[in-house]
């Protein structure tokens, strides 16, 4: 069970606009923690797409966007292409025990 | 942008101790600008963050490891280093060290290694 807790999938047609959750809490998220998202191809290793709830790395498409709001934050993309399709996890930092940066669950986003 | 590359046995016996490496290259460990951290990913699962390392030695790692868990950096040759005991079935994962910078609330993985997985079995 992962503190964050992101959907198991979603799916879109293309060109259409997908959104993903991650729902935390007070010792997180709700917190004031920042939230990153990171899209994972199968056999490759992460790569960072959203930094600081909102902020895109060098390279990465405007049609990615983070948003964060209470004890959630989500990444939306608009425009979906087929190559989109990937698994997407948020991350972020956790205040219980002695603190530990968590990742969510993962999303495994399906290009119909 | 770095490069990190794991190296270490693939196949580990269960109860003994996992030990990995983690090389960077095109950045210096000792620049302070980053922790270095070790994550895992099970077979089909998600990721699990095990931990990381300041250049001097600081360590913070993930509590739910139940203190198994050593990390260690050497400078001199731009590594950092994970131990993990008493290994089970459990730990087999795919191994991934990333670079993790600190600016914000929470620190973001900007660069990772490509991993390497790692079988705990007798």
């Known amino acids: 069970q992962s503190v964050l807790t992101q959907p198991p999938s979603v799916s879109g047609a293309p060109g259409q606009r997908v959104t993903i959750s991650c729902t935390g809490s007070?010792?997180?998220?709700?917190?004031?923690?920042?939230v990153h998202w990171y899209q994972q191809f199968p056999g490759t290793a992460p790569k960072l797409l959203i930094y600081?709830?909102?902020n895109r790395p060098s390279g990465v498409p405007d049609r990615f966007s983070g948003s964060k709001s209470g004890t959630s934050a989500s990444l939306a993309i608009t425009g979906l292409q087929a190559e989109d399709e990937a698994d997407y996890y948020c991350?972020?930092?956790?205040?219980?025990?002695?603190?530990?940066?968590?990742f969510g669950g993962g999303t495994k986003l399906t290009v119909l | 942008q770095v490069q990190l590359q794991e190296s270490g046995p693939g196949l580990v016996k269960p109860s003994q101790t996992l030990s990995l490496t983690c090389t960077v290259s095109?950045?210096?460990?000792?620049?302070?600008?980053?922790?270095w951290s070790w994550i895992r990913q099970q077979p089909g699962k998600g990721l699990e963050w095990i931990g990381y390392?300041?250049?001097?030695?600081?360590?913070y790692d993930n509590p739910s490891l139940k203190s198994r868990v050593t990390l260690s950096v050497d400078t001199s040759k731009n590594q950092f280093s994970l131990k993990l005991s008493s290994v089970t079935a459990a730990d087999t994962a795919v191994y991934y060290c990333?670079?993790?910078?600190?600016?914000?609330?929470?620190?973001?993985?900007?660069?990772w290694g490509q991993g390497t997985l790692v079988t705990v079995s007798s």
């Open positions: 990333a670079r993790a910078d600190y600016s914000s609330s929470s620190s973001r993985h900007d660069d």
């Open positions: 600081g709830n909102r």
């Open positions: 007070s010792s997180n998220i709700g917190g004031g923690y920042d």
């Open positions: 991350q972020s930092y956790d205040s219980r025990s002695s603190g530990s940066e968590v």
């Open positions: 390392i300041y250049y001097s030695g600081r360590t």
């Open positions: 095109g950045g210096s460990i000792s620049s302070g600008d980053y922790f």
